[in-house]
Structures are given as C-alpha cells and as structure tokens.
C-alpha cells in the first residue's frame, strides 16, 4: 500500500464519517491473506544450481578428545587445556562460560 508522506494530515475531527455498512462492502473486496508456507516444504524444493549431489556422501574423521583438552559442561564445546578457566566437582569450564 503506497502512502502520500507529501499530503497534508487529517486530524480526526476532519476525517469524513464512513457508515458500518461501506466499511463491510469494502473489506469484501480484499484479498485474503495467503498462508504460511512450512520450512520444510521450502526446503524440499530448493536445488542447487548445475550440481546433483543426491549420490554424495560425506566423510568425516571423528578424532576423540586428546589428553591436553576438555569439553566444556557449559557449551559442550571441547577447548584446550589453556581455555580452563575452573573446575568444580569434576566439571569443566572454559573462560567463555565463565566471562
């Protein structure tokens, strides 16, 4: 809906009386509203541009944690030892958490 900033302002005294009956006829005449469409729907559809990846698989390395590092029981992050910044009945925070 395009708006006029240029226009002068009506104050409400001025404003034009509009009957119940014309504000009915006229809400007839919109369009309704469309509904939301699901993420998921979306995503289903989305393609890649000139790539077909539906036969690739990914390989990953999962290397588990060393001996000079921790996980952190606040963010679940693994950190080095170096980002220790407590340790309180054998759980460890890094200096992120701990602010």
């Known amino acids: 809906m395009s708006v006029d900033y240029d226009a002068p302002r009506v104050t409400p005294e001025e404003e034009p009386n509009v009957a119940l009956e014309e504000l009915k006829s006229d809400k007839s005449g919109r369009r309704e509203a469309a509904p939301d469409l699901d993420e998921t729907d979306l995503a289903d559809s989305f393609e890649l541009p000139g790539a077909d990846l539906s036969n690739e698989e990914l390989l990953i390395q ?22 220790l910044a407590r340790e ?3 759980k460890k925070y890094c200096k992120e958490c701990e602010g």
Do not use: I, N, W, Y
Request: aromatic share 8%; hydrophobic share 35%.
């Open 88 to 90: 309180k009945d054998g």
């Open 62 to 83: 999962v290397v588990p944690v060393q001996a000079d590092e921790f996980t952190c029981m606040s963010c679940f992050l693994v950190h080095h030892r170096s980002q």
